[in-house]
């Protein structure tokens, strides 16, 4: 299935057989990340068996999307930047995974409508809420689009902290390290049971403050010391380290 063929109908994408994913995440899981260092999952409990389901982790590394599929008991959908797919190889890899295209910094309808009749054929989809890799240091702030996809299909978001991956290839390295990598999955949670304010752009903010907070827990209590980006405090709970 080409990736052009996948826009505008995104029902072809929830069709994919799993039994490729499948060989795929063993692959990476014992190849590259069990051998290239050692590799753990925390929080597998967590993970709802069945419908929708947001994965939604911190960026460090290009990394990040297999170990989140490798450590996780549910087949992915991937939202990826456009410039992945005009890359021959790896376009056809990650278009054969369930990888669907997102314009940044565009008004990309299309990836939207795709993701909302993924989860709301109870899909589960990984978006990094950063949009880009970070430093390790800060998070950066959240994008609205996660808040507005939980909101409109009331898919459970689950909040992932990646240890290792920055040192197994961070931004601006080109040379993989060797590393532990441990993904950490947090409880879920829904856009409704943390924002109650009859202003949506309170409830806007609230559900970003809340969703950075939750992956900077995971993150700090398993080894990497991450601020988060969002400003100001959350009134609501936020320790749920799963």
């Known amino acids: 299935m080409s990736s052009a063929s996948q ?3 995104p029902s072809k994408i929830a069709k994919a057989h799993p039994t490729w994913f499948a060989f795929c995440r063993w692959f990476m899981r014992v190849f590259f990340y ?3 260092g050692g590799f753990r999952s ?10 929708g389901v947001i994965f939604a982790p911190i ?10 599929a490798c450590g996780c008991t549910r087949r992915l959908r991937f939202m990826s930047k456009a410039e992945m797919f005009e890359k021959k ?3 056809w890899l990650i278009t054969s995974l369930g990888a669907f295209r997102v314009n940044r910094g565009e008004g990309d309808t299309e990836s939207v409508r795709t993701a909302i009749e993924l989860l709301n054929l109870g899909e589960a989809i990984l978006i990094f809420p950063e949009g880009t890799r970070g430093d390790g240091k800060v998070m950066q702030p959240i994008s609205r689009g996660v808040g507005l996809l939980a909101k409109k299909t009331n898919a459970l978001i689950i909040p992932v902290g990646l240890i290792g991956t920055k040192e197994r290839l961070g931004k601006g390295s080109s040379k993989l390290h060797r ?4 993904v950490v999955y947090g409880k879920p949670f829904s856009y409704a049971e943390v924002c109650t304010d009859t202003n949506e752009k309170r409830n806007r903010e609230t559900f970003a403050k809340v969703l950075s907070a939750r992956i900077v827990e995971l993150c700090n209590a398993h080894g990497l010391m991450v601020k988060s980006g969002e400003t100001g405090s959350v009134q609501e709970e936020a320790s749920h380290p799963g």
């Open 42 to 51: 925390i929080g597998k409990e967590n993970i709802p068996a069945t419908g």
């Open 34 to 36: 069990q051998l290239g």
């Open 59 to 68: 960026h460090l590394s290009h990394t990040d999307p297999p170990a989140v």
């Open 89 to 91: 190889f790896l376009g």
């Open 7 to 9: 826009e505008g109908n």
């Open 179 to 182: 590393s532990v990598i441990t």
